[in-house]
């Protein structure tokens, strides 16, 4: 009879090592804060970029004077703007067939940081002036996103007097019957730095000339939207917030001012139809400012400003 092998002489085959456990899933990405579009976005510059063109660039709010106290119906004093509450974060140049309002929600803007978005939508017509009324309503929009960060918002909130006290009575007034008397404050600087290379009519220039650098207030030619902006659900079909009014428990946190310039005096649209065609050729300096006049609201501080480099509006993205 054969006799079972002895252990030592049987091979016993070692078993193969586990596979090794795969790598943890990375984390998902943080939910955007800040929703813009790339719909027509303009190229932003940097400040010292040489020759920019298609472009817009940060700027120095103290190019713009502003009203300081005190009791400045007498004494007519500015001074260059201290720095601005908001800083510009986005340019779209867009083209539509009729008036385009409300384009914050139809871009899908907004934030979710704390900040607040204040959008200003210029609706320019891309047709000539006539003192005859007119059916036509389409255009090109200019749209400059400012983000006012929210340590600033958070200033708003305890100020009583000045500049942050003024932006919060602007952007809480929707509920407001008197609303009108702060909306009618808000103001536009435009500044065209090389008039000369600009091209225009007499006309057209000297129109330019008394107005150039001076604030002009958009009232009444203007719209005014308030908007609590709510960030998309994560895994939701669409990446774009949604909107809701705001009440009595929840303030916006979006602010548009849609400046009609369909309805400007004839002269100011024959000047800005004839800039038209030249806006390639030209560098534009846009800043906002909602204006004081008493004492206590003095001095004034620039809302937001940007420079423009040679934007061909024939290249504007339809909306």
């Not at 501080?301 to 480099?309: E, K, P, T």
Request: overall charge neutral.
């Amino acid at each position: 009879d054969l006799e079972p092998p002895s252990a030592t002489s049987v091979a016993v085959e070692a078993s193969p090592p586990p596979p090794p456990a795969p790598p943890p899933p990375p984390p998902p990405p943080p939910p955007p804060v800040l929703f813009l579009s790339s719909k027509g976005a303009l190229t932003q510059a940097s400040i010292d970029a040489s020759h920019p063109s298609q472009a817009w660039s940060l700027m120095n709010s103290s190019c713009f004077s502003v009203r300081t106290g005190p009791d400045y119906k007498k004494a007519k004093l500015k001074a260059p703007s201290g720095p601005a509450l908001g800083n510009v974060i986005a340019v779209n140049l867009l083209r539509s067939s009729s008036k385009a309002t409300n384009v914050a929600m139809a871009l899908g803007l907004g934030s979710a940081d704390g900040s607040h978005i204040f959008v200003v939508n210029f609706m320019v017509p891309d047709y000539g002036p006539s003192m005859l009324s007119s059916d036509q309503t389409s255009g090109y929009n200019l749209v400059m996103t400012i983000q006012i960060p929210a340590d600033v918002m958070d200033g708003t909130r305890r100020a009583t007097s000045g500049s942050l006290a003024l932006l919060r009575r602007f952007i809480t007034a929707h509920g407001n019957p008197q609303k009108e008397q702060i909306y009618n404050r808000f103001k536009i600087i435009g500044k065209l730095v090389n008039l000369d290379e600009a091209g225009l009519g007499s006309t057209e220039a000297g129109l330019v000339k008394k107005y150039n650098a001076k604030p002009v207030l958009s009232a009444p030619q203007h719209f005014i939207f308030h908007h609590v902006c709510t960030p998309p659900q994560p895994g939701s079909a669409t990446a774009k917030p949604s909107y809701s009014p705001p009440n009595a428990r929840t303030e916006a946190n979006l602010t548009e001012v849609d400046v009609d310039v369909h309805q400007f005096g004839l002269i100011a649209r024959k000047a800005i139809h004839g800039l038209l065609p030249r806006v390639g050729k030209l560098v534009l300096e846009l800043g906002f400012v909602i204006e004081a006049q008493s004492d206590n609201e003095m001095p004034e501080v620039i809302l937001g400003a940007a420079r423009f480099h040679h934007v061909d509006i024939s290249r504007a993205a339809p909306l």
